[in-house]
């Protein structure tokens, strides 16, 4: 149980154009997703928390304009990186909680996604 | 915010040899969690330990939160333990719950 996925695994776009990232809970609901960011050989950075039927929660520092996340579902969250540019290349992660929790795992756990990078040329 | 500091920064080792990492952490937190990031990005959930003790096959975790700071062992280390692996800490404050991963080790095991 608990898991995650995320499409696409990799996308290379032109810079300018406008890339969404679908992030799905497969056997859970889970009303708040979250989305990371994560650069070569560095740490995962918290974007932004993504809640389901309300606005997403922004990290300092990160463009809301830029990054927009939706939650329209209690198993689906989206990121769209609009206007891409070549520093917006990075390998994007989403997670999830199990607000039932599992049976080995407290609610408290977040369960990851396999990730997508992305190329902006 | 919370610090989190992971050490050693990377760790080579031979195939069967034991290692420990180490996680410390600036403020008490309610949640710790230990990632293993395989070669391909995806993030494998290891052990929830808040405090105490957890073993899970050639792999235990100890954390002591009252002096803030937890501990990863492997052992009879394998290849496919290589990679990242990161701790992560989360402090709930007034319903604002979010994770702060570590630095990360960088393991690798050479056969």
């Known amino acids: 149980g608990a898991v995650v996925s995320q499409h696409p695994s990799r996308v290379i776009c032109k810079s300018g154009t406008s890339v969404k990232i679908e992030c799905r809970s497969l056997d859970f609901q889970a009303t708040t997703m979250f989305w990371y960011r994560q650069f070569p050989k560095q740490s995962l950075m918290l974007m932004a928390t993504s809640n389901e039927g309300s606005k997403a929660t922004y990290e300092q520092g990160v463009e809301k304009d830029k990054f927009l996340i939706n939650h329209a579902s209690l198993t689906l969250s989206t990121l769209t990186v609009t206007s891409a540019h070549p520093e917006d290349s990075s390998f994007y992660i989403c997670?999830?909680?199990?607000?039932?929790?599992?049976?080995?795992?407290?609610?408290?756990?977040?369960?990851f996604g396999p990730g997508t990078r992305l190329l902006v040329l | 915010g919370i610090q989190v500091e992971q050490s050693p920064p990377d760790l080579i080792l031979q195939e069967g040899a034991n290692s420990t990492l180490r996680c410390n952490f600036s403020?008490?937190?309610?949640?710790l969690q230990w990632f293993h990031q395989n070669p391909w990005g995806q993030l494998i959930n290891l052990f929830y330990?808040?405090?105490g003790t957890k073993q899970n096959g050639r792999l235990s975790a100890t954390t002591v939160a009252t002096e803030r700071y937890s501990l990863l062992y492997i052992s009879s280390s394998q290849t496919t333990d290589s990679g990242v692996y990161f701790c992560?800490?989360?402090?709930?404050?007034?319903?604002?719950?979010?994770?702060?991963f570590g630095t990360g080790t960088r393991l690798t095991i050479i056969p």
């Open positions: 330990i808040p405090s």
């Open positions: 992560a800490v989360e402090r709930t404050n007034f319903g604002n719950e979010k994770l702060t």
């Open positions: 997670s999830a909680r199990d607000p039932a929790g599992a049976p080995v795992a407290p609610r408290e756990t977040q369960y």
């Open positions: 403020d008490s937190v309610n949640n």
